[in-house]
């Protein structure tokens, strides 16, 4: 990987997802394991920006008025008991400039990093992320974020279908469902890698360096 080619996704490390407070614990999903790849996402974090490579953060959620929520969708979440557009202590749960719907403060965007709100699970749906990536030449992507078997694998395979080479950062990566999780990484490698590969992060930051060491 070219970190001049190379982006960085953090896909929807959002206090809605992350904080007891949240989307994902009203819908009885366990924040603890969710909050697992922090540490991992902050580290590519740092390095990406030190190397310079493009950074675009992901929020999932809808309009105020809901108007961009399909009723399967909004259907699925009562049934959970996490109805989207509902009150929660950090607010209306998935809604757009609500408390919950921002990032984590651990995992807050710097002002010149592209910030990309989409209403589905992918992050081309309904958004200009492929604009940003055409724009800056990118050719590679790293992906990181929660949660691994929907957002994330949701990206990743469209991206595929788009023609980007892509890695899934195992550790940075994370899931209320351990075992989905470990199932979601092991979909990439098969057929010789049909949805690119998986690393952890320390083996993809110490490519990146050796990268751009070999480049100056």
Same mark, same amino acid.
């Given at each position: 990987?070219?970190?001049?080619?190379?982006?960085?996704?953090?896909?929807?490390?959002?206090?809605?997802?992350?904080?007891?407070?949240?989307?994902?614990?009203?819908? &009885?999903?366990?924040?603890?394991?969710?909050?697992?790849?922090?540490?991992?996402?902050?580290?590519?974090?740092?390095?990406?920006?030190?190397? &310079?490579?493009?950074?675009? %953060?992901?929020? #999932?959620?809808?309009?105020?008025?809901?108007?961009?929520?399909?009723?399967?969708?909004?259907?699925?979440?009562?049934?959970? &008991?996490? #109805? *989207?557009?509902?009150?929660?202590?950090?607010?209306?749960?998935?809604?757009?400039? #609500?408390?919950?719907?921002?990032? *984590?403060? #651990?995992?807050?965007?710097?002002?010149?990093?592209?910030?990309?709100?989409?209403?589905?699970?992918?992050?081309?749906?309904?958004?200009?992320?492929?604009?940003?990536?055409?724009?800056?030449?990118?050719?590679?992507?790293?992906?990181?974020?929660?949660?691994?078997?929907?957002?994330? %694998?949701?990206?990743?395979?469209?991206?595929?279908?788009?023609?980007?080479?892509?890695?899934?950062?195992?550790?940075?990566? &994370?899931?209320?469902?351990?075992?989905?999780?470990?199932?979601?990484?092991?979909?990439? $490698?098969?057929?010789?890698?049909?949805?690119?590969?998986?690393?952890?992060?320390?083996?993809?930051? $110490?490519?990146?360096?050796?990268?751009?060491?070999? $480049?100056?």
């Amino acid at each position: 990987m070219n970190p001049a080619r190379t982006a960085l996704l953090v896909i929807d490390m959002q206090r809605d997802f992350l904080d007891p407070g949240g989307y994902a614990a009203a819908a &009885g999903m366990n924040i603890d394991t969710l909050r697992h790849p922090i540490q991992a996402v902050r580290k590519l974090l740092g390095v990406a920006r030190r190397l &310079g490579m493009l950074v675009v %953060h992901t929020r #999932e959620g809808h309009r105020t008025d809901l108007a961009d929520c399909p009723p399967a969708k909004l259907a699925r979440s009562r049934a959970a &008991g996490a #109805e *989207i557009g509902s009150a929660g202590p950090l607010g209306r749960l998935l809604v757009r400039g #609500e408390f919950g719907h921002d990032f *984590i403060d #651990e995992l807050q965007p710097l002002p010149d990093e592209p910030v990309v709100d989409k209403p589905g699970y992918g992050a081309f749906h309904q958004t200009d992320l492929a604009h940003i990536l055409q724009n800056r030449g990118i050719r590679d992507l790293i992906l990181a974020g929660v949660t691994t078997e929907v957002c994330v %694998h949701s990206t990743l395979r469209e991206a595929v279908d788009r023609g980007y080479r892509c890695v899934l950062a195992a550790d940075a990566c &994370g899931s209320a469902h351990p075992h989905l999780h470990e199932a979601a990484l092991q979909m990439v $490698a098969v057929e010789g890698g049909v949805f690119g590969r998986v690393a952890a992060s320390d083996s993809l930051i $110490a490519e990146l360096e050796n990268r751009q060491r070999e $480049a100056a």
